[in-house]
DNA sequence: ATTACAATTTTGCCTAGTCAAAAAAGAAGG
DNA sequence: CCTTCTTTTTTGACTAGGCAAAATTGTAAT
């Protein structure tokens, strides 16, 4: 089956573009400025090979794309159509402290506050989301953005997922680092809220009582296995979070 | 050039899996279990062909989709690396307020408390980020669930670009649902932060003042153009965002 | 030793087909 | 009219190749 390759290889050889994301473009295209609204049914496959002048599977990639986007759903013989008022989903990057508090070029450090071994209570195989009287690491910490307080942490550690936490003291290096350079996770949930500081929390963080702070509280697991729980108190004028909404690199 | 097709289709019908599906497990099991580290080299694709006796581009299809989980890097020459250190980046779903709020089995009513069409000043132009003078409409309205105050919305609608905004009067329907209907967007970013309600904030959604409420910013465009900035503030106790990693659909 | 060039490996993208499964549309029967 | 069976369209998954581009590796010349 010996062929000429396509066209754009040899004489288009400016436009560095693959055929299939010219055409996943110019059906995007289609569809972002409402000439195709949603609901409506695009050609077929084998229709767009035609116009297009390729083989079938250059088309399908390219409706896969926008499949893989959200911008259309396919299904066998009901064929491909728009989806438009696009579900709102947001890829909110949630960053290591230290790394994006050394990124806006300030000093970091991690000051150690609390460090508890224990079998765990009611309270914390609920959070954890472990057994009672599995051995737990509790750690109480404060992250330092140049020498002042930045944010707050309480964290479980399930020991029966990480022994090697068991013997770490935690001595300039956040927990959070540490593990991340460890056990890799495969799953983690996030929720975000917001809280009025308690004395207790407004003394460490320096600030005063009633204060609305942002809270974070992050889940992580390796496949079915709880790793660690961690609540981070951020103080409101210091943090924000920024979900930005991407089209998945293309 | 006529072939018997995989052996599963015919034999082992009990599995659904494709084949492409079976060979990403079976490497990323490889992965996630930390048998192949961060920077491993995996085999190239014909050698992984042969070993799973299929074709490149079936091998090729899962070692794609393994990219674009961001779990190797694949480069020309180079081959394809494991990527471990994951981003930490989550999913984050916001929804509509309505949906929401409906889907939990309670009443749901948008009230309108101001609006006014004006032309853009120089707050209106930095957040909405248009030009000065564009003509602009704002809005504040609140949202009710079960006939209580759930949140405070303040909106922008860029005129420009949504000129049937000026003559709608948003009643019973939120003017983030009545734009959601109308006009497709292509890019969104939020900003998630938490502030102390001030005097007018507590009257409205009948909180004390100083309570501390989640407030998320949106701001939309279509390709280049700004559409719509609004800003909702929720009282800490009654909302939550939850952001949860998850693997791009497989 | 360093630089420049050539060879080789490996992925990226493509073609032109096949077989299979899903679902819609049409036909037939009650 | 409604149900059931059959046909047909359309996507899903795959094969077995092919050429091109990128990056590494090896080699030769300065």
Redesign the pocket.
Known sequence: ???S??A???SA?ANAL????EIYASLREKIVSGEWPAGHR?P???ELARTFG?????I??A??TL?DQRLVT???????TVNMPRPQESVLEIHDIEAEIVAAGVSYAYESLARQIRRANGSDANTLGVASATPVLALTGLHLAGGRPHALEERLINLQAVPEARSERFHGISPGRWLLQRIPWTEAEHQIGALNADAAVARWLAIRPHTACLTIERNTWRDAQRITHVRLIYPCDQHRLVARFRYRPL
Do not use: D, V
């Not at 693959?18 to 994301?21: A, D, G, I, L, S």
């Not at 396919?74 to 491909?80: D, E, L, N, P």
């Open positions: 089956m010996t062929m390759n396509r754009s290889s040899s050889r693959p055929r299939y994301r695009l077929s496959e084998h390729c083989a079938r599977m250059t399908s990639k409706l896969g499949a396919r299904r066998r013989r009901a064929g491909t």
